[in-house]
């Protein structure tokens, strides 16, 4: 098999023996002495058919063992499904001196695999292995080993292994960091931090890459009449020799416009990085570094809203509440800030000086000034972009939902797609990213944050009175491609928030593929994405206004997806407001999707003002879990009877009677004015003579799935075992994770920190991530017991972990087994968790476990953190370290699966 590398003269010095001396990518030195380089040449290994998001739970350094000790044997071939003779062997590639990877298997058959498979053939997997050689100060200077600042761009984990080389031999289990998978710019860099190298000698590493060829970040290569899929990666390493230190981090900045001399947010984001130690920035008022500029800055107040403490190497966006009384006119902010040490052997403060240039704007500008820029805190100081009516809010707003990959506030095509509005205010949430969470959770609940931020603007200056947004006002939503399918998910998912909805060229939802698991397991890990399948839900839109629109020769978005949402809504109301635009021989994209005489009479005809919408005489309410909180109509599934499934609730309103049924509806809600004018109740057949109001008093646990642990507007704090490294590393890199993919704000905190937190408050609302190494801490005990209630489903010791009675376990002889009732399997065994509840002291917020029997239980369990979506999780799984990882999985108040 061949590996398209390029620069074939580097390849050829490489067979011919090159040496360190020679032909490596210099790193760079640091001032005390440290250098470090990387060989051009690679290693690869591939490609594996995978399904999008399957290397989290096959792991990304699949086929290999990397558990160690690994020794490399480049004549080893594994088993691939694509290649002739199904077997692959290892090739090489190269990386440039800019970092550019680009992979391309010119022996695979892509053309044959797509005539039986579709585009979907074209997903595949690869590893990479490079070599890192870090080398220490000449001359026996004894200084700390350097830290190593790495970016992955397009690629989803790499991990940094000691080599066996020398005969050394790496007995520990990989640290997986996540790479920028999406390419999304201005993201913080991954820092690695070496605990002891020797000084006498250079150290070598295997550097271990996951490359994973995505349809959606690389496309299909026949639109660049291409018939190899070309895996383009960009890997870059820097040396940092930094003392402890805080230093800014521009790119993480979030600044409102002044519009008419006014911050046109509640927030300012200011991004700060540790480059080592541990700090914490006090929540006092910040003053001017000028004294003659006081009297301009006059009546404002940046304040932070509670004390922020900085891990190492953790990069967080401070957030200041904006108090302002005055008009400002300055172009230019300047404060400082104070950082103190928090490391007991350590007495140091750093000053900060912050210079931020503001930019005005008028509301009534032309075009040119337009769209403005707004900010809210939702977890984190957040932008979005807003352009203002030509006359008046007299008409609802429009929120403009982009699509995957596209930056709105760099990139202005986004803001003029859709015509700016005479009655109607235009907002366009970021969706915590360029990818964000698919407009799903997270990214969902700040669509509406963002609304209900502006709301809150317009309201704060009697200035703007001409242009306010009425409170609870319902909105129009419209979106392109991944926005187009986040269209679907906001108005299927708050129904009684939506007028109407323009869905253009958006897809239906993502298929998951998950090999090596059994069937009843894949079943419940399913489940938990049934969340995110826009089709189940459309019964909750059956009666709203929806103009869809695509392009008919769409390449990237087969039509047919429009067309079948549509169906699926016709078929449960045969008479459904509904009207499909297909553009003939239109693409993807093209510039006339939004700027159509269609697309503005539609929006006429349901802009109006005077617009009502009353509740249907017969509608269906459509819920996966209670804690998605749907209302349609004012209707509501309080209660399920199985967790996991789909629940419906069915109202019709005939003659008088009140009929409704229910599946798998344990309790409901209707608004009292639906009882009014109604002479009977009938519920499932059964007819209710006395209609009586009632209160639901009894609190009830809604189940739901992991990635709710995301869904806050609070910082999430991460919370590690006391003296446990690779606890403290876990929870340093899903910081990491959680800023790049997500724009999630996290706080680490210590175990026993957390216990004396708790006392004095610096634990506030927010959710909790508590991780962990065999025993729990006395603070995440606690939480775990409360999360279980008086009868426990789920029990931890340092040994195992119990689930339903079922136990996995080392038995006493120390051969490691897991046990289920009445049956004992004997095999290696490591074993981790994920379980979601809610948080002890603040039941509005849930924590999560993440917790392993060892560390590679740890690692595992790490690995499932659903960051990004398409990674599966109901309320807890248990994974162990066979081929699939998952080894049970579903919710507390259901059996086991497994």
């Not at 992979?103 to 292995?129: K, N, P």
């Not at 419940?524 to 839109?541: A, C, G, K």
């Not at 919370?719 to 704000?745: E, F, N, Q, T």
Request: net charge negative.
């Amino acid at each position: 098999m061949r590996v398209a590398i390029g620069f074939l003269l580097a390849f050829l010095r490489h067979l011919h023996g090159s040496d360190a001396s020679g032909n490596q990518i210099v790193l760079g030195e640091t001032r005390y002495g440290w250098s470090a380089t990387l060989d051009p040449v690679l290693d690869v290994l591939g490609p594996f058919p995978i399904a999008a998001r399957e290397q989290h739970i096959i792991g990304p350094g699949y086929p290999l063992n990397l558990y160690a000790p690994y020794i490399h044997d480049s004549n080893r071939t594994y088993p691939s499904a694509y290649a002739d003779g199904g077997r692959v062997a290892w090739s090489k590639a190269i990386i440039e001196e800019n970092g550019d990877i680009n992979i391309r298997y010119e022996d695979i058959r892509w053309e044959t695999l797509r005539a039986t498979e579709g585009w979907a053939a074209f997903q595949h997997h690869s590893v990479l292995r490079a070599r890192l050689s870090l080398s220490p100060p000449t001359g026996g200077l004894r200084v700390s080993a350097p830290n190593l600042k790495v970016d992955l761009s397009q690629g989803s984990y790499f991990a940094i292994l000691p080599s066996n080389s020398d005969g050394f031999e790496h007995e520990g289990v990989p640290e997986w960091h996540s790479g920028n998978i999406y390419a999304t710019e201005m993201v913080p860099s991954n820092t690695i931090r070496f605990s002891a190298l020797p000084w006498n000698e250079t150290s070598v590493f295997d550097v271990f890459i996951s490359g994973d060829y995505e349809i959606r970040l690389f496309g299909d290569p026949a639109t660049t009449c291409d018939a190899v899929p070309t895996l383009a990666l960009n890997f870059k390493l820097v040396l940092e020799h930094a003392p402890a230190n805080v230093v800014r981090d521009i790119s993480q900045d979030v600044v409102p416009d002044i519009v008419d001399h006014y911050f046109f947010g509640s927030s300012i984001g200011i991004g700060i990085r540790s480059t080592e130690g541990w700090w914490v920035l006090r929540s006092t008022s910040l003053q001017p570094l000028e004294r003659d500029r006081a009297e301009i800055l006059k009546g404002l107040r940046l304040c932070l809203t509670r004390d922020t403490h900085i891990a190492p190497s953790q990069t967080r966006i401070l957030n200041f509440e904006i108090f302002q009384s005055r008009p400002l006119k300055a172009s230019r902010l300047q404060f400082r800030l104070e950082f103190v040490a928090l490391a007991s052997d350590v007495d140091d403060t750093i000053y900060l000086d912050i210079t931020l240039d503001l930019r005005h704007r008028t509301i009534t500008g032309d075009d040119a000034n337009f769209p403005l820029i707004a900010t809210h805190f939702d977890n984190v100081p957040l932008p979005y972009l807003a352009i203002p009516p030509r006359v008046t809010s007299a008409s609802p707003p429009i929120l403009f939902l982009h699509g995957a990959g596209v930056d709105i506030i760099q990139d202005l095509t986004w803001g003029r797609a859709l015509p700016r509005q005479s009655y109607s205010w235009i907002i366009m949430p970021t969706g915590r990213g360029p990818w964000g969470f698919d407009w799903r959770g997270p990214s969902s609940t700040e669509v509406w944050h963002a609304l209900d931020s502006l709301v809150a603007i317009l309201s704060s200056r009697v200035e703007w009175e001409k242009w306010i947004i009425p409170k609870d006002s319902r909105a129009v939503v419209a979106g392109h491609s991944n926005g187009g399918q986040g269209t679907w998910y906001a108005i299927t998912h708050n129904p009684d928030r939506v007028l109407a909805a323009i869905p253009a060229a958006g897809y239906i939802k993502a298929q998951l593929i998950h090999h090596f698991i059994d069937p009843s397991l894949r079943g419940i890990l399913d489940s938990s994405s049934t969340y995110d399948d826009n089709d189940l839900y459309l019964s909750n839109v059956a009666d709203m206004k929806i103009l869809a629109i695509h392009g008919g020769a769409d390449s990237n978005v087969p039509t047919w997806h429009s067309r079948a949402m549509l169906g699926v809504v016709e078929s449960w109301c045969a008479d459904a407001p509904i009207a499909f635009y297909e553009q003939p021989g239109m693409p993807h994209w093209y510039s006339s999707v939004f700027d159509s005489d269609r697309v503005r009479d539609f929006l006429e005809s349901v802009l109006s003002p005077d617009l009502t919408k009353p509740p249907s005489e017969s509608f269906t309410l459509t819920t996966i879990s209670t804690s998605e909180n749907i209302s349609l109509h004012g209707c509501r599934i309080e209660g399920t009877l199985v967790h996991g499934r789909l629940a419906q609730l069915s109202v019709t309103l005939v003659s008088g009677s009140l009929l409704i049924s229910t599946s798998n509806v344990e309790r409901f809600s209707i608004p009292i004015a639906f009882l009014s004018n109604v002479s009977s109740l009938q519920i499932n057949g059964k007819l209710l003579d006395v209609l009586e109001q009632a209160a639901l008093t009894e609190p009830y646990r809604a189940a739901g799935r992991i990635a709710q642990i995301l869904e806050t507007d609070q910082v999430i704090f991460l919370v590690y075992a006391d003296d446990s490294p690779r606890a403290l590393s876990a929870a340093l890199r899903l910081a990491h994770s959680l800023a790049v993919y997500l724009k999630i704000d996290s706080e680490l905190v210590s175990d026993s920190e957390a216990v004396h937190g708790e006392a004095t408050g610096r634990l506030g609302s927010g959710n909790l991530i508590c991780i962990s190494i065999a025993l729990l801490g006395p603070f995440c005990q606690k939480q775990l017991e409360h999360a279980q209630g008086k009868e426990p489903n789920v029990a931890i010791s340092a040994t195992s972990i119990k689930v339903h009675g079922v136990s996995f376990t080392r038995n006493g002889t120390g051969r490691p087994r897991f046990l289920i009732p009445a049956i004992a399997v004997h095999q290696s065994f490591s074993a981790g968790a994920l379980l979601l509840g809610p948080r002890w002291g603040s039941e509005a917020d849930r924590v999560l476990f993440l917790w392993g029997i060892d560390v590679k239980g740890l690692e595992g369990a790490l690995l499932l953190f659903p960051f990004r979506t398409g990674i599966p999780g109901p309320e807890w799984l248990i994974v162990d370290d066979r081929l699939g990882r998952v080894a049970a999985a579903g919710f507390v108040s259901l059996l086991l699966h497994v």
